[in-house]
């Protein structure tokens, strides 16, 4: 059983940068695919980004451009590069592995 634990969530200003990072207590080569999800108060959870074993990338249309997942097999992690954050960026930020392995979440809040 893979354990995840996001973290680098916080408080950012409009148009900042944050870097999230999700580490995995055990390894992560045999999952097919992790990715980043988000849930804002009020609203369904959604897929932002999501990276399959061979590399290839999936993004929601909202964040294309702005946000990068990266995964690296050999250190367990996975992380959410998020640029130019806008106030509708905010939600608490989940990790999952195959959608079966989710971690706990991060608040990430945008606000001036």
């Known amino acids: 059983q893979v354990q995840l634990a996001e973290s680098g969530g916080g408080l950012v200003q409009p148009g900042g940068s944050l870097k999230l990072s999700c580490a995995a207590s055990g390894s992560i080569y045999s999952i097919y695919h992790m990715s980043w999800y988000r849930q804002a108060p009020g609203k369904q959870r959604e897929l932002v980004a999501r990276?399959?074993?061979?590399?290839?990338?999936y993004y929601l249309d909202a964040v294309k451009g702005r946000f990068f997942i990266f995964r690296d097999n050999a250190k367990n992690t996975v992380t959410l590069q998020m640029d130019s954050l806008k106030p509708e960026d905010t939600a608490v930020y989940y990790c999952?592995?195959?959608?079966?392995?989710w971690g706990p979440g991060t608040q990430v809040t945008v606000s001036s």
């Open positions: 999952a592995g195959d959608d079966n392995y």
């Open positions: 990276i399959f074993f061979g590399g290839s990338t």
